[in-house]
């Protein structure tokens, strides 16, 4: 496991390594905060449509006859299956401490992608048996691409923890060395510096999806 030994450095000499291995466990961290400055002001549009139609109510379209808030009880259930499935990828990442906890991420994080998955399940059936489209006002316009949205992005959510479950999964019975200080082939990315990126991104879309829940189905 690759993410133990990153503290034994060493000194590089000139014109071997290009990056150390503490700039190579940065280069995700950078950008997991890049992805997550552009995706909040990706969905940031959705919300202030929301609000900005639903007071402005032209021509009283917002919520036409017929159009109103979907059931509540499966966008609990779509907000929980993708919270726990958050919550229980996030208690597995803090424990990547060793060869045992590799191997136990493996059916955490698969468990994590399944229930993420069934989330975006859920929300597609609500969707097509809701009773009305996404050209049936105003409401109707913006809890389509709201959800839709944010169903694509639990389903990129869901297929990143997956490829941290298989990575662990290998990792536990092929361990990656590290090279020595002066070797010249390139450090790999630690899998803890991975699991650190992917929990950042991961929280952030929780919260997304949370908001998303109470400003479609209570306001």
Known sequence: MISDNTSATGSL???????????VARIPLVGTWL???????????????????????????????GVHPPNQVLGAVVFGLAAIAVLLAQSGLKHLKSQQTLASFTNIGRLAAV?????????????????????????????FTLQIVVSIEV??????VLSLANRAGYEA????????????????????????????????????????????YFL
């Not at 092929?174 to 002066?182: E, L, N, Q, S, T």
Request: charged share 5%; aromatic share 16%.
């Open 155 to 160: 389903v990129g959510l869901a297929l990143w």
């Open 13 to 23: 000499r000139r014109g071997t390594r290009s990056h150390t291995p503490e700039q």
């Open 115 to 143: 229930l993420l998955i069934a989330s975006v399940v859920v929300n597609i059936w609500q969707l097509s048996h809701v009773g009305y489209g996404i050209d049936s006002g105003a409401y109707a316009s913006v809890f």
């Open 173 to 216: 019975t092929h361990p990656i060395a590290m090279p020595g200080p002066d070797a010249v082939e390139e450090v790999a990315t630690p899998i803890s510096a991975l699991a650190h990126s992917y929990g950042m991104f991961a929280l952030f879309l929780g919260s997304v999806v949370g908001l998303a829940w109470v400003v479609c």
């Open 35 to 65: 992805l997550i400055g552009a995706n909040f002001f990706f969905v940031l549009p959705f919300f202030f449509a929301f609000f900005f139609l639903q007071q402005a109510n032209f021509g009283n379209a917002w919520q036409p006859k």
